[in-house]
C-alpha cells in the first residue's frame, strides 16, 4: 500500500510540475495563448507556462507575453522542426492589417520563453514584428529551430524599434537573406528603425547573404528612412553564409544601404559594435565571411573594445570588409584578416591590431561556448599574464569617447583596463545595491535565516539569488516571501524583478 501512494504521489507530482497554463495576469485561465490575447486588453500581462503547439498573433495591442524560464516555458508552432515553408510562424506582431493612418503607437514585451520551430513561407519564422513604432521588447528568450523561406530565419522586424537582450537565437535558417535576424526599414511607418541587440548570442544560424543578421536598407519607394543597428555584449560566432562565391556573402553581418534623399552617397544603415565578439562566421568566398557591405550606398560603421577574427589561426578568411563602408570610428579592436582597411584603422592613438588570429586575440576557442553566468553562453578570454601580452585581457586602454556599458555579456561588472569583446575576465556580480524605477522596494530581514521578504509596491515577477562569484543559486517567480534555507551561510546577491523596476541587492545570510 505504501508503495501504491507513494508511486500516486509521485504521478500527481509529475503531472503537476508538467501542467501547461496560460493566463491574464490577475485574472482568467484560458485553453491556448491565442484566446488569452484576444481576450486582453492594452498593457496586460500574459503569464505561459509548459509548452504549447500554436501560432499565434497579436495585432493592434501592447502587451506582454511572459514565461519564467524558456528553457520549459515554450511556444512551438509544431512539435518538430521543418524547412519547407509549409507550416506556420511561431508569433505575428503587427500594429495594424488596414494600415491606418496614423498607425497606433504599441509597446509589446516577450520574456522568458522559448521560441521554437516555426516553419514560414514568409519573413521571420520565430518571430516577425510589423511597424511596432514604440517598442519591441524581447528580453531572454530562446529563439531556434526557426524556417523562413523568405528573410530573417528567427527574427524579422520591418519598421519596428526593438530591444533584444539576454536572448540565445541559434540554429534557424533563413531560405534567403539573414539566417537569425532580418531588421529592414518599412515605409509605411514614417519612422527611423533602431535595433539594440545587448547581452545576446547569436550563434549556428544559416543564411543565403547575412549568416546572422542581414540588414536591408531598402527604400525602393523613395521614403527617407533610416535603419540603426547597435550590437553591444554580444556574441556572434558560427554563422554560415550559403551564396555561392559570387554572392553577397557576409557569414556574420550582410548590410545593404540604399541612398536616401538627403544623402545619395551615404547610405541609410548605421552598424555600431561594441563589446562585441565577431567568431568564426564562413562564406564560400573567404573574402566575404565576417562582415560585409553591400555597394548600392555606404552602410555607417563603428566598433569599439571588440574582437572580430576567423577560426583559429586562420587570416585569409577575412573577419571583416570596410569595402562600402564609411567608416567613422574603431577604437581598441583586435581584428582578424581585412579588406580595404581606412586609415583610421592604423591610428596609433585608436589602440587597434589588425591581421590578428583567434588564437592571438586570447579567446578561449578550445572550450568552446560556456555558461559562465548570466542567461547567454560566451567564450571566454584567457590570462593575459600566461598567454601573452596582446591578447583582450585588460586590452582596451585607449578613450573611445563613448559611453560604454559597465557589465560585460553576463551582466558581471568590468574590472580595471577593460577586456576586448563581449566577457570580461575577473568580473563578478556587483555586491552593490542598485535600484532603477521609481517605486520604493524593501528586503527583510537582511541578514537572514530561513525566510526573506520583499516589501514593493508592484508584484514581484522573479527573484534570482546568485553566489558572489557568480553562480546561479536559487530562483523564484511570482512571490514576495521565500524560503533561503536552502542557501550557504554569507554573502549573496539577489536581483529582484517587477514590471518596471529592477534591484540588485546584497543578502546575508546567517
Known amino acids: 500500500m505504501i508503495q501504491k501512494i507513494t508511486l500516486l504521489l509521485f504521478a500527481v507530482f509529475a503531472l503537476s510540475i508538467s501542467a501547461q497554463t496560460v493566463s491574464i495576469q490577475g485574472g482568467s485561465s484560458y485553453m491556448t495563448i491565442q484566446e488569452a490575447i484576444d481576450a486582453s486588453s492594452d498593457n496586460d500581462v500574459i503569464l505561459i507556462s509548459g509548452t504549447w503547439t500554436e501560432a499565434i498573433t497579436v495585432s493592434n495591442k501592447s502587451i506582454t507575453l511572459r514565461g519564467t524560464d524558456p528553457n520549459t516555458d515554450i511556444i512551438r508552432a509544431a512539435a518538430s522542426p521543418a524547412s519547407d515553408g509549409s507550416g506556420n510562424r511561431v508569433v505575428s506582431l503587427s500594429a495594424s492589417s488596414t494600415d491606418p493612418d496614423p498607425l497606433p503607437v504599441l509597446n509589446i514585451t516577450i520574456e522568458n520563453l522559448g521560441i521554437k520551430n516555426g516553419n514560414d513561407a514568409g519573413n521571420g519564422g520565430g518571430i516577425f514584428a510589423d511597424k511596432i513604432t514604440g517598442s519591441l521588447t524581447l528580453s531572454n528568450l530562446i529563439i531556434e529551430d526557426n524556417y523562413a523561406s523568405g528573410n530573417g530565419g528567427g527574427i524579422g522586424l520591418a519598421g519596428s524599434i526593438a530591444t533584444i537582450t539576454d536572448c540565445t537565437i541559434q540554429n534557424n535558417l533563413a531560405s534567403t537573406d539573414g539566417g537569425a535576424i532580418l531588421a529592414a526599414p518599412n515605409n509605411a511607418t514614417g519612422i527611423n528603425s533602431v535595433i539594440d541587440i545587448k547581452q545576446s548570442l547569436i550563434d549556428s544560424n544559416t543564411g543565403r547573404n547575412g ?300
Not at 237 to 250: E, V
Not at 309 to 317: I, L
Open 211 to 510: 549568416g546572422a543578421i542581414y540588414i536591408n536598407g531598402n527604400n525602393n519607394f523613395g521614403n527617407d528612412y533610416l535603419i540603426d543597428v547597435n550590437i553591444e555584449n554580444s556574441t556572434v560566432s558560427n554563422n554560415s553564409a550559403t551564396s555561392a562565391s559570387g554572392g553577397n556573402g557576409g557569414g556574420a553581418i550582410f548590410s545593404a544601404a540604399r541612398p536616401w534623399t538627403s544623402n545619395t552617397a551615404v547610405g541609410n544603415i548605421t552598424l555600431k559594435l561594441v563589446h562585441a565578439t565577431i567568431y568564426n562566421n564562413s562564406h564560400e568566398a573567404l573574402n566575404k565571411s565576417g562582415l560585409q557591405f553591400g555597394s548600392a550606398a555606404l552602410t555607417n560603421f563603428s566598433a569599439y573594445n571588440s574582437i572580430i577574427v576567423s577560426f583559429g589561426d586562420d587570416v585569409a578568411t577575412k573577419a571583416l570588409n570596410f569595402a562600402n563602408t564609411n567608416t567613422t570610428d574603431v577604437v581598441n579592436c583586435i581584428l582578424g584578416g581585412l579588406n580595404a582597411v581606412p586609415t583610421l584603422v592604423d591610428d596609433v592613438n585608436k589602440n587597434n591590431l589588425k591581421g590578428r588570429t583567434a588564437n592571438e586575440s586570447g579567446l578561449d576557442t578550445a572550450s568552446g561556448l560556456q555558461s559562465l553566468g548570466g542567461n547567454t553562453q560566451v567564450y571566454a578570454i584567457l590570462d593575459k599574464s600566461g598567454f601573452g601580452a596582446l591578447t583582450a585581457d585588460d586590452y582596451c586602454t585607449a578613450v573611445t569617447g563613448i559611453s560604454l556599458p559597465a557589465v560585460d555579456q553576463r551582466g558581471y561588472t568590468r574590472e580595471g583596463v577593460v577586456d576586448a569583446g563581449a566577457f570580461e575576465l575577473g568580473a563578478t556580480l556587483s555586491t552593490a545595491d542598485i535600484t532603477l524605477g521609481d517605486n520604493e522596494m524593501r528586503v527583510y530581514p537582511n541578514p537572514a535565516r530561513e525566510w526573506v521578504n520583499i516589501s514593493s509596491q508592484n508584484k514581484i515577477n522573479s527573484v534570482k539569488i546568485y553566489s558572489i562569484l557568480g553562480s546561479l543559486e536559487k530562483e523564484v517567480y511570482n512571490s514576495n516571501k521565500f524560503s533561503i534555507s536552502d542557501l550557504s551561510s554569507g554573502m549573496h546577491v539577489m536581483v529582484i524583478k517587477t514590471d518596471n523596476q529592477s534591484l540588485v541587492k546584497r543578502l546575508m545570510v546567517e
